[in-house]
């Protein structure tokens, strides 16, 4: 008999699994990206409406089944509150979220990546930090927590100050890679090479949350 489980994670996306209920796919430490059933979510009186909303950071129980898991119970830590209430901090965070999903795998150990996007979604809201560099920190990290990154492919043709700052994020975990900033000119040339990587690596997906950040910016 399978047994209850409780993990750390994050909710990259929810919709309607019917009249009452929510499949919402979960960012988990211990499990990767997985999908679960909130039975009665969408109830206005259910305890797990919001805590199957995007962005909320939670410890979730979870009961696993066949093909997916059933969401039991969850103790949010975050809501992301400040970021739902700036419009373009959304647009960046559902970026970060959409970009996750894509990148993760069921049953893969995504720690890092979990801790990557949480740090992420708190970093584009603090007034410490231009968006456009928490989106190039976001997607350099990303690649070199998955393997992709080369950097002997960049050596020549950048500022002094981006080949340093790429050094800086490989040897640096997740939870330390915001903090520092840099020039303005220096955030174009790694969010340029962000898009090289992306160009390379990500097999001509397109996100729906990049093409509405593009519209706005």
């Known amino acids: 008999m399978q047994e209850l489980i409780w993990t750390p994670g994050m909710v990259l996306r929810t919709s309607p699994a019917n009249e009452y209920d929510k499949r919402v796919v979960i960012l988990t430490r211990d499990h ?3 999908s679960a059933f909130a039975k009665g ?3 206005q009186t259910n305890h797990l409406m919001a805590a199957t909303d995007h962005f909320v950071f939670a410890d979730f129980k979870l009961f696993p089944g066949r093909s997916s898991y059933s969401l039991i119970d969850a103790n949010v ?3 992301f509150t400040e970021l739902r209430n700036d419009f373009e901090a959304v647009l960046y ?3 970060f979220l959409e970009s996750a999903e ?8 995504e720690q890092d990546m979990l801790v ?3 740090q992420s979604c708190r970093a584009v809201v603090h007034p410490a930090y231009e968006k456009g560099l928490v989106r190039a920190i976001f ?3 990303s690649e070199m927590i998955g393997g992709s990154f080369h950097r002997a492919d960049y050596r020549e043709g950048y500022a002094d100050t981006t080949l340093y700052t790429l050094d800086f994020l490989l040897r640096t975990p997740p939870e330390k890679c915001f903090s520092f900033r840099v020039k303005q000119e220096i955030v174009a040339e790694l969010l340029a090479i962000a898009a090289r990587e992306r160009r390379a690596y990500g097999d001509g997906h397109v996100f729906k949350s990049e093409e509405m950040l593009k519209g706005m910016l």
Do not use: P, V
């Not at 894509?102 to 893969?108: D, H, I, V």
């Open 32 to 34: 990767g990206k997985i």
């Open 41 to 43: 979510a969408r109830r």
């Open 77 to 79: 830590t975050d809501y």
């Open 93 to 95: 965070g559902m970026y």
């Open 102 to 109: 894509y990148r993760t795998r069921e049953e893969n150990d």
């Open 116 to 118: 990557l996007l949480y």
């Open 139 to 141: 997607e350099l990290k």
